[in-house]
């Protein structure tokens, strides 16, 4: 059984028994659980420079490969994952989602060897998740049994992630879905409603393994986060459970700040424990949703982004196809995931991108190809990316004009069309960068920087093309700055200009 934490109306002896469990002394509280002293809070400069993180969202749900949400839907009559999973492997009732964790072994997962390719494709953090909804922690929990270390694998895949991008230099979070797992499971204590196995218990409905599957809620307990206090309890156990034993730069959670009290109360202790850790910097950067941040933490908008350039640091978190593997799924392109990236970037937002993993921990040759376009693009490029910050405006075309797609959680779509009118600023110091969303067939022309707009009220220096040797012609005249399109454009589909003030 899992251990229930201390009242989280008792900030001090929450403290104090965190500091007894993790032989630690009680840190300096500079944060205390209220949404006031979380204003102290400052965004640490390596997540606002960073800009590019890749995610392993990956677990025992990609071994049926039948993308998100297999947990769940095996237990629900009817649906795609329900029909795939009696005909492969039986009826839920006899073989369940426990029965699945087993078959996960990643025996061709290398993590040193994804860790480089993902530094060299230009990501500057790595983020692995530690537990989705289906309660299975991938690290070495001493409070849970259902884990990693103990089951399928056998490895502390959170511990061997983070190994693997200390090493390559890049900065190291974890993800965490548990909080809506406590409704979300409930799924696993039906039965059939018509057929040979009608009113047949599912296996979740089995006291043994009520630790995996959670307590039965209650009737008005149905929402994505329970409201049932001796779960919020199980969730800050064990999301203070991995945030000391790993100590992350990032924490992630899937959902608003949960809990009331007590989620304040966890971030409270990750925001202290960090400052411990740095001797006296905060460097913690926690992400959750749905909620404006108002500075206190990152706002996370899940396949969406900004429309507009945000006063805060942001991020948007999605996945180059489905959230888990699945058979035949289609794959963004390298391009849309840089086209992506800079859209974001001009926005003050970081991208955090899911690379799908096969259940055996390897990438397939689509995703590699993906991989490679990006990391083509990156090394010219990166100086218009990294360490950057938005212009006067995030950029001008079509694309900031007419009416975008909604993105699921909030602002435009992640995934867009582009031409070569589309335009995104980005700058570093005195130095401006614009890119051509979609590589220019005729002249480049960027009216945010003709002599009459009120945008421009320096004369331009010189422009040049990253990652061409090229002497452009270039002329800027009263409606805009007018680019003749080089001879010779690069290898890839965006353009990026660099432009120089006069002093």
Same mark, same amino acid.
């Given at each position: 059984?899992?251990?229930?934490?201390?009242?989280?109306?008792?900030?001090?002896?929450?403290?104090?028994?965190?500091?007894?469990?993790?032989?630690?002394?009680?840190?300096?509280?500079?944060?205390?659980?209220?949404?006031?002293?979380?204003?102290?809070?400052?965004?640490?400069?390596?997540?606002?420079?960073?800009?590019?993180?890749?995610?392993?969202?990956?677990?025992?749900?990609?071994?049926?490969?039948?993308?998100?949400?297999?947990?769940?839907?095996?237990?629900?009559?009817?649906?795609?994952?329900?029909?795939?999973?009696?005909?492969?492997?039986?009826?839920?009732?006899?073989?369940?989602?426990?029965?699945? +964790?087993?078959? $996960?072994? !990643?025996?061709?997962?290398? =993590?040193?060897?994804? &860790?480089?390719?993902?530094?060299?494709?230009? %990501? #500057?953090?790595?983020?692995?998740?530690?537990?989705?909804?289906?309660?299975?922690?991938?690290?070495?929990?001493? +409070?849970?049994? $259902?884990? !990693?270390?103990?089951?399928? =694998?056998?490895?502390? &895949?959170?511990?061997?992630?983070?190994?693997? %991008? #200390?090493?390559?230099?890049?900065?190291?979070?974890?993800?965490?879905?548990?909080?809506?797992?406590?409704?979300?499971?409930?799924?696993?204590?039906?039965?059939?409603?018509?057929?040979?196995?009608?009113?047949?218990?599912?296996?979740?409905?089995?006291?043994?393994?009520?630790?995996?599957?959670?307590?039965?809620?209650?009737?008005?307990?149905?929402?994505?986060?329970?409201?049932?206090?001796?779960?919020?309890?199980?969730?800050?156990?064990?999301?203070?459970?991995?945030?000391?034993?790993?100590?992350?730069?990032?924490?992630?959670?899937?959902?608003?700040?949960?809990?009331?009290?007590?989620?304040?109360?966890?971030?409270?202790?990750?925001?202290?424990?960090?400052?411990?850790?740095?001797?006296?910097?905060?460097?913690?950067?926690?992400?959750?949703?749905?909620?404006?941040?108002?500075?206190?933490?990152?706002?996370?908008?899940?396949?969406?982004?900004?429309?507009?350039?945000?006063?805060?640091?942001?991020?948007?978190?999605?996945?180059?196809?489905?959230?888990?593997?699945?058979?035949?799924?289609?794959?963004?392109?390298?391009?849309?995931?840089?086209?992506?990236?800079?859209?974001?970037?001009?926005?003050?937002?970081?991208?955090?991108?899911?690379?799908?993993?096969?259940?055996?921990?390897?990438?397939?040759?689509?995703?590699?190809?993906?991989?490679?376009?990006?990391?083509?693009?990156?090394?010219?490029?990166?100086?218009?990316?990294?360490?950057?910050?938005?212009?006067?405006?995030?950029?001008?075309?079509?694309?900031?004009?007419?009416?975008?797609?909604?993105?699921?959680?909030?602002?435009?779509?992640?995934?867009?069309?582009?031409?070569?009118?589309?335009?995104?600023?980005?700058?570093?110091?005195?130095?401006?960068?614009?890119?051509?969303?979609?590589?220019?067939?005729?002249?480049?022309?960027?009216?945010?920087?003709?002599?009459?707009?009120?945008?421009?009220?320096?004369?331009?220096?010189?422009?040049?093309?990253?990652?061409?040797?090229?002497?452009?012609?270039?002329?800027?005249?009263?409606?805009?700055?007018?680019?003749?399109?080089?001879?010779?454009?690069?290898?890839?589909?965006?353009?990026?200009?660099?432009?120089?003030?006069?002093?």
């Amino acid at each position: 059984m899992r251990k229930n934490f201390p009242s989280s109306k008792n900030w001090i002896l929450l403290v104090f028994a965190i500091s007894i469990l993790t032989n630690s002394p009680v840190l300096a509280q500079k944060f205390q659980p209220t949404l006031e002293s979380f204003k102290q809070y400052t965004y640490p400069e390596w997540f606002r420079d960073a800009k590019f993180g890749i995610w392993a969202h990956w677990g025992p749900q990609a071994v049926p490969r039948q993308g998100d949400w297999y947990a769940k839907q095996l237990y629900q009559e009817g649906s795609g994952d329900y029909k795939y999973h009696v005909a492969h492997y039986g009826h839920p009732s006899k073989f369940g989602y426990k029965d699945i +964790i087993p078959l $996960w072994k !990643a025996e061709r997962w290398d =993590p040193e060897q994804l &860790m480089a390719l993902y530094k060299k494709v230009g %990501a #500057k953090y790595f983020v692995s998740m530690a537990t989705h909804h289906d309660d299975f922690f991938l690290w070495n929990s001493k +409070i849970h049994k $259902w884990n !990693a270390v103990n089951m399928g =694998p056998k490895k502390d &895949m959170v511990g061997l992630w983070q190994k693997a %991008a #200390k090493k390559e230099g890049l900065r190291f979070g974890v993800s965490e879905h548990l909080g809506a797992s406590y409704t979300w499971f409930q799924s696993s204590r039906g039965a059939d409603k018509t057929g040979p196995m009608a009113g047949v218990p599912y296996d979740g409905t089995n006291p043994e393994f009520e630790d995996l599957y959670h307590p039965k809620t209650a009737d008005n307990d149905k929402e994505w986060l329970t409201n049932n206090l001796d779960n919020q309890k199980n969730w800050l156990t064990c999301i203070t459970e991995l945030i000391d034993m790993y100590k992350p730069d990032l924490l992630y959670s899937d959902s608003e700040l949960p809990f009331g009290e007590v989620g304040r109360d966890m971030l409270a202790h990750y925001y202290n424990q960090d400052i411990s850790k740095n001797n006296g910097k905060l460097e913690a950067v926690y992400t959750c949703k749905l909620r404006a941040s108002e500075g206190r933490w990152v706002q996370d908008l899940e396949r969406g982004a900004m429309d507009s350039i945000s006063p805060y640091p942001w991020q948007t978190d999605t996945s180059i196809g489905d959230w888990y593997y699945r058979t035949g799924q289609k794959y963004m392109t390298g391009t849309q995931v840089i086209q992506m990236l800079i859209d974001i970037v001009s926005k003050n937002g970081n991208l955090l991108l899911n690379v799908v993993q096969t259940p055996e921990g390897d990438l397939e040759p689509d995703v590699l190809a993906i991989l490679d376009v990006i990391a083509k693009w990156t090394p010219d490029n990166g100086e218009a990316i990294y360490g950057t910050r938005p212009w006067k405006i995030y950029g001008e075309g079509p694309t900031t004009k007419k009416s975008q797609e909604k993105g699921r959680f909030g602002g435009v779509k992640d995934v867009r069309p582009y031409d070569s009118s589309d335009i995104r600023f980005t700058q570093k110091g005195e130095t401006l960068y614009a890119f051509c969303m979609k590589s220019p067939a005729v002249d480049v022309k960027i009216s945010s920087l003709g002599k009459n707009s009120k945008l421009s009220d320096k004369k331009i220096k010189s422009v040049s093309l990253l990652g061409s040797k090229e002497k452009l012609t270039w002329k800027q005249e009263a409606e805009a700055l007018v680019i003749a399109k080089p001879a010779k454009l690069p290898d890839w589909e965006v353009a990026t200009f660099k432009v120089e003030f006069k002093k």
